[in-house]
């Protein structure tokens, strides 16, 4: 094993950031579990890309761990679960959130409104000031919040100025604040990684705005959670923002070039003009990147400046670690590693897209609440429940809907178009499905493993609408085997529409002719692929179905 190989393999190990913070942290006590005295911590933003990640990293280091989401039931197949307090509450309700942060120590403010619409400014402003409140008037001993690295003496575009904002929001709120200011974090499901990423595969020549050749400090998301979780620990007189970075400073055009050679590509060819403007730019990356627009506008306008720690002073309190900080390419092959292994446990879509439907499906069947219009389908598959299930978990991504793929890609396409996120933000994993990740345009709200799928359109509709899938037991033809592990099994599919206004059922009466193209195909090619998988597993043989089955 080489030396860069031999880093991969320390990189890859599992083991959390805090053995390497020795005394600044609680540690576990000698059940392995956060000691009953050790201190309490807050984590909202919970369901984003680094709350999700802080998580497990913060109760490995001995922190007891309250959670705080608006639905804390979506965190409920996240493996550290049970694990860790919840508490509901909205950062911007201020007796709910007051309410969330009794008792806490530490509360780590992980929200943005990034990628909300015009008035992001204004409600990220109004959170952070409820927030700072709540923290003080619940007795909090400190705030940690993670900003956006900004230049000193410059314009900030919308996004960074809101960031630098909030910071300094919290730093007046009376609680001793930590405000960690970081520019691009690799990391795999990072959107800036996914962004640079998808931007080098699929363009072997491109050309690019001029802010391709501004200097940017990354920094992997490994030592992102390492500087989280140390500064839980900050004496009490600390107040202050500090510039976090990686050990290079780096072109755009400098990462995107590294990224193809960690990924054993071929060096690209970039050519910069002058005539891209921050929204053209935006609306190029969203159609070459699984980033939607209204995401990608404020991440390229924020690559409009250049990003580079001014002080490095954050090693006084929480010091590099033995083997320095991650390198570009170690965090680049790190990345890659766990897409290709399917190991990504949060991403840039583990957080709801802004602006998208987040109402539960209605549970009264003889709902008052409106029209709710249902596209019903069953049939009895020759397949065994646990081979349907598989089938039906795999939904999506690389895979597709196991009907008229062109159609899907056209509805993805549009739905890009209008601001939506279409069928490129994939899955975080092939083959199994957790509560509220994103699978293409849609969300899972409900999964009982085995039993049901329930997914929620996240898609630009004039109205809410789900899809759902469920394995049921049929009778065997026997009688003596057991339902749920022999065949035959019924896959019960349904299309739910709640319109809004009269666009919103003229909407569903131009789609419904096209129901039994698109559903209808979906349901025999999934009972099709179910049989393959089964046929498969008794004569011996490993085997399933894709997404490519005929229309």
């Known amino acids: 094993m080489n030396a860069d190989e031999a880093d991969l393999a320390v990189a890859l190990d599992p083991a959390p950031v805090a053995g390497t913070l020795p005394g600044l942290v609680p540690g576990l006590g000698p059940d392995g579990r956060p000691r009953r005295d050790a201190p309490l911590v807050a984590v909202t933003g919970v369901t984003g890309y680094v709350g999700g990640r802080l998580v497990p990293e913060l109760l490995a280091a001995g922190y007891r761990v309250r959670a ?10 996240r493996p550290w679960y049970d694990d860790v307090e919840t508490a509901r509450a909205d950062a911007a309700d201020l007796p709910a959130i007051r309410a969330a942060l009794t008792g806490v120590d530490v509360a780590y403010y992980l929200i943005h409104s990034l990628g909300t619409g015009s008035t992001f400014e204004a409600r990220d402003r109004h959170t952070a000031r409820v927030f700072a409140q709540a923290a003080r008037e619940a007795g909090v001993r ?13 314009e900030l575009s919308p996004h960074l100025a809101s960031r630098a904002e909030v910071g300094e929001i919290l730093l007046a709120s009376g609680v001793p604040t930590t405000v960690l200011r970081a520019a691009v974090i690799l990391g795999s499901g990072s959107a800036s990684f996914e962004m640079m990423r998808y931007l080098t595969e699929r363009l ?20 992102v959670l390492r500087y989280l979780v140390g500064s839980a620990a900050m004496p009490t007189h600390v107040n202050r923002g500090f510039d976090i970075g990686g050990p290079e400073v780096l072109t755009y055009r400098q990462m995107m070039q590294r990224y193809a050679a960690a990924a054993g590509l071929r060096r690209r060819l970039i050519v910069g003009v002058g005539v891209l403007t921050p929204r053209l730019s935006s609306l190029w990356v969203s159609l070459v990147t699984p980033v939607p627009a209204g995401l ?22 929480v010091p590099d670690p033995p083997g320095g900080l991650v390198g570009f390419d170690l965090a680049v092959r ?17 957080a709801a897209l802004p602006g998208a439907p987040s109402d539960p499906l209605p549970s009264d069947p003889d709902w008052a609440g409106g029209s709710l219009y249902v596209d019903a389908r069953r049939v009895q598959v020759d397949a065994s429940p646990a081979a349907l299930w598989r089938v039906i978990e795999a939904v999506g991504g690389d895979r597709g809907w196991y009907s008229w793929p062109f159609v899907w890609r056209v509805r993805g ?22 509560v509220d990740d994103a699978v293409d345009f849609w969300r899972v709200e409900e999964l009982v493993p085995g039993r049901l799928l329930r997914l929620r359109a ?17 009778d065997s033809p026997t009688g003596g085997d057991d339902p749920w592990t022999s065949p035959p099994t019924v896959f019960a599919q349904r299309a739910l529409f709640h319109p809004r206004g009269l666009a919103g059922h003229a909407y569903w009466w131009a789609v419904a002719p096209f129901h039994g193209l698109v559903f209808g195909g979906m349901q025999r090619n999934v009972a099709h692929a179910a049989c393959t998988a089964e046929r498969a597993r008794t004569d011996g043989r490993a085997g399933g179905g894709t997404g490519s089955v005929g229309p």
């Open 68 to 77: 705080v989401a608006r639905g804390p039931h979506r965190l409920r197949d």
């Open 142 to 154: 400190r705030i940690v919040y993670l900003g956006g690295l900004t230049p000193a003496g410059e």
């Open 204 to 223: 072997p020549a491109m050309t690019v705005p001029r802010w391709v050749e501004n200097r940017i400090q990354p920094i992997a998301v490994r030592d």
């Open 296 to 317: 990608a506008r404020p991440l390229v306008a924020s690559l409009v400046h250049e990003v580079v720690c001014d002080e490095h002073d954050i090693a006084d309190l």
């Open 334 to 350: 790190l990345a890659l590693q766990r897409v290709h292994e399917a190991a990504v446990t949060t991403r840039w879509s583990s």
């Open 413 to 434: 396409l549009a739905d890009r178009l209008v601001g939506g996120p279409g069928l490129r933000r994939g899955r975080r994993d092939p083959h199994r499905l957790l």
């Open 458 to 474: 996240e898609m630009r509709l004039p109205g809410l609408a789900w899809l759902e899938l469920s394995v049921e037991p049929a």
